[in-house]
């Protein structure tokens, strides 16, 4: 990739200092796009259906390496919206731009949602959204009727490929641990952790299909990274919310901080030290990510990143002083750092 800007200083050797790190640092069970993930600096993460004018300017002009937006024409209401227009201008400079797809949840404004579907109709649809987000449904991802809108030739992970996406920005991939999911794979007779790297699997296979380069990159679930077929499956892992949180309705929209330690959960020395919108965030959702540590997902990224998984991060803080304590933290533990609000919609410069 070319590297744009003024973060470059090997000059034009960067580029394939970068490269020959990634293949001598790295363990050779890596995702295959892992080399390519290896020049990323600075990435960007933008949720929003409204992509253009001053925002896209901005992007396209920016020195990112990497971006991360919404494949908006699978939006129903902006079927005939100008992807390929979008994505040539965002590719300037050989920029990364993947597709945020949702594999763990059916999200009722896609093109593929049906007028009379709601939770039980049809039956994979298995719950409403446990953090609250409106029009978001937990499925039983295994389920061959839900597998067909992403994968095969027909499908959108294929038609994200051939539009000129890089790759895809997984969410949900913790589905396999969601407490309805794991119900509802428990009466159909499957292992929802099994379930979701097999589906992780056939999503990659069928992106490079298309596109022999096709990345993949998973967003939360750490965990599984310590298996090593999903560690070759996948290129890249990022994890939300390492040290700072938000809420899901953007109030308040960062600034939270994790305890720092399995120790320091649930202390009154913890509590103490949140503002008192992050204490009531604390306290509505007694299994949010303030009732975990940032130990504990930082060793779950050390370990993916020890079987050569590129690992980035998301940390929602807009206060300078976080800002800058999210990204020292994770750039002196080799990860790739990006910061925003809750609601992922604001541009914000590389830091």
């Avoid at 428990?186 to 097999?198: C, H, T």
């Amino acid at each position: 990739m070319t590297v744009r800007g003024n973060h470059a200083p090997y000059g034009g050797l960067r580029p394939l200092f970068l490269i020959l790190l990634a293949v001598f640092a790295w363990p050779a069970i890596a995702g295959p796009g892992s080399a390519r993930l290896a020049q990323v600096q600075h990435w960007y993460y933008h949720l929003g259906f409204e992509l253009e004018g001053r925002k896209l300017r901005q992007i396209a002009d920016s020195d990112y390496d990497m971006v991360v937006i919404e494949p908006i024409y699978t939006e129903a209401e902006n079927l005939d919206y100008p992807i390929r227009e979008t994505l040539a201008r965002l590719h300037q400079g050989n920029r990364l731009v993947l597709a945020y797809i949702d594999i763990g949840q059916a999200e009722e404004w896609r093109r593929y949602w049906q007028p009379d579907w709601r939770v039980g109709a049809p039956a994979w649809i298995v719950a409403n959204d446990p953090d609250g987000w409106d029009g978001n449904y937990p499925v039983a991802f295994w389920h061959p009727d839900w597998q067909r809108i992403w994968l095969g030739q027909s499908g959108l992970v294929a038609d994200l490929a051939r539009v000129g996406f890089d790759g895809v920005y997984l969410d949900w991939v913790e589905a396999y641990s969601d407490d309805s999911v794991i119900r509802a794979a428990r009466q159909s007779g499957k292992d929802p952790r099994r379930e979701m790297i097999r589906f992780v699997s056939a999503i990659a296979q069928a992106g490079r299909a298309e596109s022999p380069g096709f990345l993949v990159i998973a967003q939360n679930a750490a965990e599984l990274a310590a298996d090593r077929h999903y560690a070759r499956v996948i290129d890249g892992l990022a994890q939300e919310q390492v040290w700072f949180d938000g809420a899901a309705d953007n109030h308040p929209p960062g600034d939270c901080p994790l305890p720092a330690l399995d120790n320091d959960i649930e202390t009154r020395a913890f509590e103490n030290s949140l503002s008192r919108a992050c204490l009531q965030l604390y306290r509505d959702y007694p299994d949010s990510t303030l009732h975990v540590s940032s130990q504990s997902y930082i060793d779950a990224l050390q370990t993916a990143r020890a079987n050569g998984v590129a690992v980035f991060t998301v940390d929602y803080t807009l206060k300078p002083r976080n800002i800058r304590a999210a990204i020292n933290r994770a750039r002196s533990l080799g990860f790739i750092p990006f910061t925003s609000a809750r609601a992922l919609d604001r541009y914000h410069p590389p830091y």
